[in-house]
């Protein structure tokens, strides 16, 4: 009785210890060890916000090694330890799981599992597989190597607003890039453009960023022949526009590219009708003469006035049906009329990109005719405005009056 009664204190015992009293053999040693000598930015702080760490991968999945040891000799000599990755190695590393397509369905199936391949026809690939630049580009270099985040949270450095200092830690740093002999001003001239500043000040995370143009694993610089379909994919229809137009094969020809001859590329500005003609400060000017002898000057000056034509129509027809409404007449049927011109001008400037004249003069047509037929409407309204509020004035003069006859009528009579 008594061995049997010193078995069930001990057993009592054991179960009433607190379980940090006993060794735990699933205790991740790595974080406990580093979150104790790193800062509070450290890579074992910051690990909690991977995305990897939230699906259940650990330090050993990337470093190797036991994460239960706490004896640095013994985690070295452990299965599999590789401690920190070689620059080199990383993006094959990261390709062990991200290139794995049963492993990848198993976490995330909507993941691509090409992005190693695509990394390596890459401007960044080519250079780190063939060149072992240690300096290029790799994962980490975009995503981070502890606190890399889906690219829909906005703490990530994959996401939209984020991309540009991103792309811009590299490509901004004059001394960095010094050996690469290219500009280092594309992240200011972006934050400025009009695709920068949808993206940064209106926060229209749709707007164009440096991946969206040069691609993301497999970034490239676009070239002279794939700009068509670079800018195509937002600018459909100005890019099959131009497919068609005389433009295309003379740029082809010239070597010139396709939409960054006239609007540039990492600045480019919001485009505006004044851009159109052959003075100074005017794009077609640029490659085109008032004298040329062809149709391109006749061409220019076409569109210039039809554009500067419809735009005054417009313009007009928006003040009028404006006054109407700010005197309280309803507009409904009127607004939606100026919307339907709104969608015409649309059409007109993105017809220039056919660059020819005489495309534009069905749109102009319907412009001013719809324009026409607004102002003649917004006209009746304000003229019925003035003719109530006349009518209301003989009105209340005509009930003043009858009120002051009445008045003197009843007086007559209690006299």
Known sequence: MRASGKIILCLFIWAI?????RPDTGANQCLSCHQEIESEDGPAHIFA???????GLGCQDCHGGNPALDDMAAVRSSTGYRGVPDRLAIPELCARCHGDASFMHEHNPSLPVDQL??????????????????????????????????ARMPYSTTYPTNLP?????CHSDQSYMAEYGIPTDQETKYRESVHGKALLVKKDNSAPVCNDCHGNHGAAPPGASSLSAVCGMCHAVEAQLYDLSPHKIAFQQQGLPMCETCHSNHDIEEPSDSLIGLGANQLCGNCHNPDDQNSAPRQIDSARVYLARITAAADSAVRQVREAG?????????????KEIDQNLIQIRSSIHAFSADSLVPY???GMTKSTAVKTQAAALI?????????????SIIITLLALALYLKIRSIGK
């Open 17 to 21: 210890v607190p379980a940090v009293a």
């Open 49 to 55: 916000r991977d995305i990897h760490s939230q699906k």
């Open 117 to 150: 391949s695509k990394y390596k026809t890459s401007v960044h690939g080519v250079r780190l597989f063939q060149h072992k630049d240690r300096k290029v580009a790799t994962c980490v270099s975009c995503h981070t190597a502890h606190q890399i985040a889906d």
């Open 165 to 169: 200092s991103t792309c811009g830690a």
């Open 326 to 338: 700010a005197k309280g007449m309803m507009i409904t049927d009127e607004e939606f009329t100026l």
């Open 364 to 366: 102009v047509k319907d």
């Open 383 to 395: 003229d019925e405005y003035y003719f109530r509020r006349w009518g209301l004035v003989i009105s």
